[in-house]
């Protein structure tokens, strides 16, 4: 029986923390490792270009449709290769951090690393992975290495996955240098507060921005940042995507994911549920994340487990009815897009590119810090069965037009392809 059939009867059962392998032989990614020591050159094959006459060359407008719509993006007209280079494939070199990083900027890389795409091989240029100290600065000294080895620029795209802070020097950095170095160049940001972070640091802002040929965005917001820098043409929109979920048994079980913080709203989201749990025993809340300024305090009816691995939170997602994340702050979370693909009834706040991505029905909203708010819209969660599933329903239906790696990976990749065909067009 489901939980959606029997409303507040269903006991809850903890599973283990089980894993389940990417599938084997699924894409060819080579990583470049953090070995300075490496002398090995990367790719020094040369490609000829095709030398077609100016006439030869109609012009042209590239589309991308992302989630904001259709992003236009007028100018350069790809150059033709020649025949023995069409059958080559191209590459994308990702430059930031992937594998078991807290962050939602690692998971989207995990993503990419792990999808087959159409037309390019993936990298993976690793240029921190959460450290700090002197084992940060070697591994960022390897990636300006890694990047200065790149060769073969016409078929080779760069991506810097960059957040506000320090990322912005060391990944902006790299990225200049593979721009400097002839090499087409994609900005993708992350983080939830890049207009704030560009209002106060323009200068650095704009020296990265406009090494970049194309700028991937989460939110109109942050679209609208970036195109104070760089041509709005060279601004898209594009959502993150998340795999899709394995359906299991639903059970009352109430989840959020993130870091234990004030900017995530655990403080309001702890009090709301000790108001909530004594009325409603059937139902329990998980809170998953490390600890960062909040306390794990003891909870009615629910546990703080902690940083989970990836894997362990998914899995948490699949078996939860519904997922809560009362932030104050945030861009495009990872964690509701997540949660969407694994059918759970989302209640989050109205920050960053949440509303855009909840609308239509799709979740529920509140004001950021409102606790009655946050109460009652989790009481009508967990009392109405029909109501939650339909919620369920829709964000699930959401997931797979919007934001599945059918839907968004494509725009991923036409952008790269977009940033090869300016490069190539500016050395004509």
Known sequence: MSLAEAGDTEPINAGPDDTEPNEAGAVAVERIESDPGDTEPIDTEPIALGQPSAAAIPAAR???RSASGTESVPGPTRVPLAP????????????????????????????????????????????????GGVRAAGLAASAFWKVLRLARPERTVVIAHLSQGGSFVREGTLLALAHARGFATVAQLHGS???????????????????????????????????????????????????????????????FGGA?????????????????????????LVIAGPIVDQP?????????????????????????????????DEAMPMFILEAMARRNCVVATRVGGVPAVLANGVGMLVE???????????????????????????????????????????????????ALDRRANSVL
Not at 98 to 103: H, L, R, T
């Open 62 to 64: 590239t589309e991308i």
């Open 84 to 131: 023995a280079a069409q059958s080559e494939r191209l590459l994308a070199v990702h430059i930031g951090r992937s594998g078991e990083v807290a962050g939602g900027m690692s998971q989207v890389v995990n993503g990419y690393l792990a999808h087959s795409f159409a037309d390019f091989d993936l990298r993976m240029v690793s240029s921190r992975d959460g450290s």
């Open 193 to 255: 507060s890049f207009a704030d972070f560009a209002e106060k640091r323009p200068g650095l802002v704009g020296r990265v921005l406009r090494a970049a040929d194309v700028v991937l965005t989460l939110s109109a917001e942050s679209k609208a940042a970036a195109a104070e820098f760089v041509p709005l043409e060279r601004v898209v929109l594009v959502p993150n995507a998340v795999a899709d979920g394995v359906r299991r048994e639903i059970e009352p079980l109430v989840v």
């Open 260 to 284: 234990v913080s004030t900017r995530k709203g655990i403080d309001v989201l702890v009090a709301v549920w000790q108001r909530i749990a004594p009325q409603h025993p059937l139902w329990k």
């Open 296 to 328: 794990a305090v003891p909870l009615t009816r629910g546990e703080f487990v902690g940083a989970l691995s990836h894997e362990a939170l998914m899995k948490l997602l699949e078996r939860s009815a519904i997922a809560v994340l009362p932030s104050r």
């Open 368 to 418: 950021p810090g409102d606790a009655d708010s946050l109460e009652a819209a989790l009481r009508h969660a967990m009392t109405d069965a029909a109501w939650r599933a339909k919620k369920a329903d829709l964000a699930r239906s959401a997931f797979e037009t919007t934001y599945s790696a059918a839907a968004v990976f494509p725009l991923v990749e036409r952008s790269w392809q977009v």
